[in-house]
């Protein structure tokens, strides 16, 4: 396999490369860096790297202790991309991460004027740690910035780094001290992503690795500019009418009250997933295909990603909740129900 060396020209530049061919090396170097550290967890590293090569954010589920903060921290070293951590307490205000104005006075002249200091979201991957543990006012303050990549401050616009991504941590919401995200801050991530335990083996590899001395460090691999390129190249991916087709279907099948609604919609379900979710499925799949060397979009690449797409944009009823449905159930009913069409072509 061929190497993608940081130093190496805007691969834009050159006529030869094929998109499919790039994008899934620039995945498989990045795996091989990140399991000099990590161990696992293939399908949450596809994942993040699919919210990322999309210009988007990602929200990651799961328990305190299994690497989440160490994952995203090792994967901003091998982008060769600034990285900063804020950890959400439930006394962290607004200005906290947005930045905030200071009077500086200037040592010769003694002048005085208002200078804007930078907030930690000024950088190219924000890890916003345990996001759930603070107020809804400072999660508030995430929009703006997530949805426009900018803040104001002082009725001042500022423009955040390109490229800029949230990858944002979250505890179980039963776990004492949290706040329920916003469904409005929940639409704005393109995909949650379930962190579980490690299997038996991966365990083991884990307390050998933590307990011993030394270890390999993981090397850069792409660039800010590669990033930009590969974001790019997934909006060129073709897509046929009939993957748009399934991909409408879905969504609109997580409806409750509308007639495309499914059965499992009308009884489990509050409210189902908007049109950008219907964007989301269709970006993420363009990322999916291009990462695994496909030259177009099929409606395998749609049902791959759509449940990491459209879990957290459902919101399941008193009655699902006494019979232990999940919005993944309701999502898998789905998926068995629609025919992947390209399959008759």
Not at 118 to 133: C, H, S
Not at 191 to 211: C, H, N, S
């Amino acid at each position: 396999m061929s190497s993608l060396e940081p130093t190496d020209p805007n691969p834009s530049a050159e006529a030869s490369v094929d998109p499919a061919d790039f994008c899934q090396k620039s995945c498989e170097l990045i795996q091989l860096e990140l399991a000099k550290v990590i161990v696992g967890q293939t399908q949450v590293i596809e994942e993040i790297l699919l919210a990322i090569f999309t210009r988007n954010h990602a929200l990651l589920m799961g328990v305190p202790g299994l690497a989440k903060t160490l994952l995203i921290s090792t994967l901003a070293k091998t982008l060769q991309l600034s990285f900063k951590r804020v950890q959400f307490t439930p006394d962290l205000m607004p200005s906290d991460i947005t930045g905030t104005e200071v009077i500086y006075q200037d040592p010769q002249s003694g002048t005085k004027e208002f200078r804007f200091l930078q907030g930690p979201l000024f950088a190219n991957i924000v890890l916003a740690d345990e996001i759930n543990r603070t107020p809804p006012k400072t999660q508030a303050a995430m929009l703006e910035a997530m949805q426009e990549r900018r803040v104001t401050v002082g009725g001042t616009t500022h423009s955040l780094p390109s490229p800029f991504f949230v990858l944002a941590t979250q505890n179980p919401l039963e776990q004492e001290g949290t706040y329920p995200l916003p469904e409005a801050q929940l639409d704005r991530f393109l995909f949650m992503i379930y962190v579980d335990y490690p299997g038996d083996a991966e365990e083991l590899e884990i307390m050998k690795r933590g307990t011993m001395s030394g270890g390999e460090e993981p090397q850069p691999v792409l660039g800010a500019d590669h990033i930009l390129y590969i974001q790019s190249l997934v909006k060129e991916v073709p897509v046929a009418d009939h993957v748009f087709n399934y991909a409408k279907t879905i969504v609109r099948s997580t409806r409750p009250g509308q007639p495309e609604a499914h059965e499992q919609a009308r009884k489990f379900l509050t409210f189902g997933a908007g049109p950008r979710a219907s964007l989301g499925l269709i970006m993420a799949a363009k990322g999916h295909a291009l990462m695994h060397g496909e030259s177009y979009v099929g409606c395998h690449n749609v049902a791959a990603v759509a449940n990491s797409v459209l879990r957290h944009r459902l919101a399941v009823n008193f009655t699902a909740q006494s019979e232990g449905i999940t919005s993944e159930k309701v999502i898998k009913s789905i998926l068995d129900s629609v025919p992947q069409h390209e399959a008759n072509r």
